[in-house]
């Protein structure tokens, strides 16, 4: 593996930013003018690559539960622009996060195919409605600057955000129905350098928000939780059996119990969190990392940089196709590219620095935040010598179920080690994930995620 090029120049040219008006926010009259209902400009970009807003109708009808996504999407038929890759970086840079750039400059084969710009995340009514009333200040972080206190839910937060913090509540309050039910996630780790040998995990897992019911409430009158997840290991047989229930709270540090079969017995874990090393990848993979940021704020100060366009996965239905093999799209430095889309948009820029007297192996990250749908897309983490040391991708899509974009499908590259990971979608599990609008089924309730619960689930 070559050595990381020298990125100053280029990180200097990726930070031409839009600056952040903070005497705008607060109001509400600008959603739906000139601004969308969640808060992205609705302008055109100067070039008119990027398109001017409009309702999006991506989604043809017809799809149900087991037809693929991708058959489906009205843009399926678009062909590439043109590709980035080794030979002509340099002039996007600007266009790409730091570490897309040194991604590209030292693997060897690797590129970004560039797609027209679709603009194709929208969200229901009830959910603008309540975005609205968060604009006009039901919407409030708590006195340490980084807890969300309140706000009227399913809604964004801080459409129009005044720091950091705002924004990335904005991400992982995204509406995506009450949650989603992964029924089988293949997750990878490449080989180490000179071994062939896959850390190949197949898990099954379960996402529930609390506060995603359709229509309006207030968080501050529902337990303050972000999320809760089920997480079990299927494959292979070291970890067969291990399960975990996690809850991710809005204004403390997240708690998880795990459940381990040989000793039949379901502990807390109070140190699995933040930046521990997650079971079974080799220490590739750390708690915070999925879904691009998971967990609690509270180790970090954020500061909102402002805006830039950037080409980012977007209508990435690839990354979503369960029938794919995985020796098909799995090479061993990156997923093949025909499953990875990227579009010119514009995203929040906001950088993370560790807080004075609190220790995390990356102390400085930037991560990159679509302004159409909230979604976390990218992230550079350097280490402690400041050294640029991972990247992290997702890949958002219109989602047929919920009327909004999601982006759990995630690949994560050890800039360093030159190891990748993908994991958070069923791309070659065998069997799709579907997000769920009602909470019918258990899995969808408080009492699903609890210890004793864990336990007598585990133990069937």
Request: charged content about 25%; overall charge neutral.
């Given at each position: 593996?070559s050595r990381?090029p020298n ?13 952040v008006s ?5 109001d509400?009259?600008?959603l739906g003018?000139e601004?969308t209902?969640a808060?992205?400009?609705s ?8 398109p ?5 109708d ?5 799809w ?8 489906f999407f009205k843009f399926?038929?678009d062909?590439?622009?043109?590709s980035?890759d080794?030979?002509n970086?340099?002039?996007y840079?600007?266009k790409?996060?730091?570490g897309?750039v040194?991604?590209?400059?030292q693997?060897k084969?690797?590129?970004m195919?560039?797609?027209p710009?679709?603009r194709?995340c929208g969200n229901?009514?009830f959910?603008?409605e309540?975005?609205?009333?968060n604009a ?6 708590g006195?340490?600057?980084?807890s969300?206190?309140?706000?009227a839910v399913?809604?964004i ?5 005044a720091?950091?913090?705002q924004a ?6 995204k509406?995506?129905?009450?949650g989603i039910?992964m029924?089988?996630v293949?997750v990878?780790?490449?080989?180490r350098k000179?071994?062939?040998?896959w850390?190949r995990?197949?898990s099954t897992?379960t996402?529930y928000?609390p506060?995603g ?8 009158q529902?337990?303050?939780v ?5 997480f079990?290991y299927?494959a ?5 059996g291990?399960?975990?229930v ?12 795990y459940?381990?079969?040989?000793q039949r017995r379901?502990?807390r874990?109070p140190t699995?969190?933040?930046d ?5 990848f080799e220490n ?10 998971n967990?609690?704020m ?7 940089v402002?805006?830039k366009e950037m080409y980012?996965g977007?209508n990435?239905?690839?990354m979503?196709d369960?029938?794919?093999g ?7 430095e ?9 579009e ?5 820029v906001?950088?993370?620095t560790v807080?004075?007297?609190v ?6 990250r930037?991560?990159?935040i679509?302004?159409?749908s909230?979604s976390l897309?990218a ?7 400041g050294?640029?040391?991972?990247l992290?991708?997702?890949f958002v899509?219109p989602i047929?179920e919920?009327?909004?974009c999601?982006?759990?499908?995630f690949?994560q590259?050890?800039l360093?080690?030159g ?8 791309l070659a599990?065998g ?8 909470a019918?089924d258990?899995?969808?309730?408080d009492a699903?995620y609890t ?10």
């Amino acid at each position: 593996m070559s050595r990381l090029p020298n990125l100053t120049t280029a990180a200097a040219v990726a930070f031409v930013l839009q600056t952040v008006s903070v005497a705008a926010l607060a109001d509400s009259s600008r959603l739906g003018a000139e601004l969308t209902g969640a808060g992205a400009d609705s302008s055109a970009s100067k070039d008119g690559v990027i398109p001017a807003w409009k309702t999006p109708d991506a989604n043809l009808p017809g799809w149900s539960a087991g037809k693929k996504r991708k058959d489906f999407f009205k843009f399926k038929d678009d062909k590439p622009l043109f590709s980035i890759d080794v030979t002509n970086v340099d002039k996007y840079v600007d266009k790409l996060s730091p570490g897309q750039v040194a991604l590209i400059k030292q693997t060897k084969g690797y590129r970004m195919d560039v797609y027209p710009t679709r603009r194709t995340c929208g969200n229901p009514d009830f959910v603008l409605e309540n975005t609205k009333k968060n604009a006009d200040g039901a919407a409030k972080l708590g006195d340490d600057g980084w807890s969300l206190k309140d706000a009227a839910v399913p809604g964004i937060p801080f459409a129009i955000p005044a720091n950091g913090a705002q924004a990335m509540w904005n991400a992982k309050f995204k509406y995506a129905g009450v949650g989603i039910d992964m029924v089988k996630v293949f997750v990878a780790l490449s080989p180490r350098k000179g071994s062939s040998e896959w850390v190949r995990i197949t898990s099954t897992q379960t996402y529930y928000y609390p506060w995603g019911k359709k229509g309006s409430a207030m968080l501050s009158q529902i337990p303050p939780v972000e999320y809760e997840t089920y997480f079990a290991y299927e494959a292979p047989t070291a970890l067969a059996g291990q399960a975990l229930v996690y809850t991710s709270y809005t204004d403390k540090a997240s708690e998880t119990f795990y459940y381990f079969p040989g000793q039949r017995r379901v502990r807390r874990m109070p140190t699995y969190s933040y930046d521990a090393p997650q079971v079974g990848f080799e220490n590739q993979y750390t708690v915070d990392e999925p879904r691009v940021f998971n967990g609690t704020m509270d180790r970090f100060d954020w500061k909102l940089v402002g805006k830039k366009e950037m080409y980012i996965g977007y209508n990435a239905f690839g990354m979503y196709d369960p029938s794919v093999g995985f020796d098909t799209v799995a090479g061993s430095e990156f997923i093949d590219p025909v499953q990875r889309r990227y579009e010119l948009h514009r995203v929040w820029v906001v950088e993370a620095t560790v807080r004075q007297g609190v220790r995390h192996v990356a102390p400085k990250r930037t991560f990159y935040i679509d302004e159409d749908s909230w979604s976390l897309v990218a992230a550079d983490d350097y280490d402690a010598q400041g050294k640029l040391w991972k990247l992290r991708e997702s890949f958002v899509i219109p989602i047929q179920e919920t009327g909004s974009c999601d982006n759990p499908a995630f690949v994560q590259y050890n800039l360093l080690e030159g190891r990748y990971l993908f994991d958070q979608g069923p791309l070659a599990a065998g069997q799709d994930m579907h997000w769920v609008v009602e909470a019918k089924d258990p899995r969808f309730r408080d009492a699903f995620y609890t210890a004793d619960n864990l336990r007598a689930i585990s133990e069937r």
